[in-house]
């Protein structure tokens, strides 16, 4: 299993700034990914975070609005750029430990919801 | 692309009563499928897989099926309890082989006591 700490879990910005949010999980995995959720909708994925590269990103998500990283085994950001109010919506990270390989689960983050005014 | 569907409506039973929520897909058949919980203000949990191979799976007072031709899924809860209340979400691979898991929009359940 793993365990999945974000931060931060809530934020209210303005308009034109930027917002980095932290996923630090406890142990190893495989693969890291980054969903939205707006409300009362399903998750989106935005992209995979991939280790010690650039982050693989699904269509209708750029690399200049939502710049990803992840130095090492078990941390990752995701930056959400110039924000306007649509960006407001909950930023979700999910991991999938070694140990899960082959079932595909997901362990996720409580999430980090974001209010852009 | 694959595309998930989920009953958008709210599903409201009375405590005791077995819960059943379905997921139907549109595209290719997927090597699983599979169920999360969510409950307000927290991230998905992960319940059960099944396997394109497996017509069954249970896990307690879990019951998912797979009907590949039917391209559904079937999640029920026998014996439902007030805490059983959530947002269930069926997700699979986005695409055959794929790493990468879609999730439909899933059902809200209210268990009433």
């Known amino acids: 299993s793993a365990v999945i700490s974000q931060k931060p879990s809530r934020d209210i910005c303005q308009r034109g700034t930027s917002l980095t949010i932290q996923c630090q999980v406890d142990s190893q995995v495989t693969m890291m990914f980054w969903y939205r959720q707006q409300p009362g909708q399903s998750l989106t994925l935005i992209a995979t975070?991939?280790?010690?590269?650039?982050?693989?990103?699904e269509s209708g998500f750029v690399i200049d609005k939502f710049p990803i990283s992840r130095p090492n085994l078990t941390f990752s950001t995701l930056t959400v750029s110039n924000m306007s109010p649509e960006d407001s919506s909950i930023y979700l990270c999910?991991?999938?430990?070694?140990?899960?390989?082959?079932?595909?689960?997901?362990?996720f983050g409580e999430g980090s919801r974001l209010t852009v005014l | 692309s694959q595309k998930i569907e989920q009953n958008s409506e709210a599903l409201n039973i009375q405590e005791g009563k077995t819960a059943t929520l379905t997921c139907n897909y549109t595209?290719?058949?997927?090597?699983?499928l599979q169920w999360y919980r969510q409950d307000p203000g927290r991230g998905p949990v992960f319940l059960l897989l099944i396997r394109e191979n497996e017509k069954e799976k249970r896990k307690e007072r879990l019951k998912v099926t797979f009907d590949t031709t039917l391209k559904q899924s079937l999640f029920h809860i026998t014996a439902s309890q007030p805490a059983d209340s959530a947002t269930y979400l069926c997700a699979l691979p986005q695409n055959t082989g794929g790493f990468k898991t879609i999730f439909g929009a899933g059902t809200r359940l209210f268990v009433k006591a």
């Open positions: 595209n290719y058949s997927p090597a699983y």
């Open positions: 999910s991991a999938r430990p070694y140990s899960t390989a082959g079932t595909g689960e997901l362990f």
């Open positions: 975070a991939n280790q010690g590269s650039e982050a693989t990103y």
